[in-house]
């Protein structure tokens, strides 16, 4: 916490913090040849989430 990088980082806040955002979001359907893995392949789903099937 009194590292001299952490405080000079801390000081620009402010600066780094202007337009962030977080964006929240649903996949509903992808589409591919297979040909690469997908990186979340073989996860499951947190707990209380639908899954593809639901309307």
Request: charged share 10%; net charge positive; proline share 9%.
């Amino acid at each position: 916490m009194q590292h001299p990088t952490h405080l000079a980082a801390k000081a620009r806040q402010q600066q780094w913090l202007n337009g962030y955002q977080v964006v929240i979001a649903e996949v509903l359907a992808n589409y591919g040849d297979g040909g690469i893995a997908h990186p979340l392949a073989g996860r499951q789903l947190p707990a209380g989430r639908l899954g593809p099937a639901h309307p």
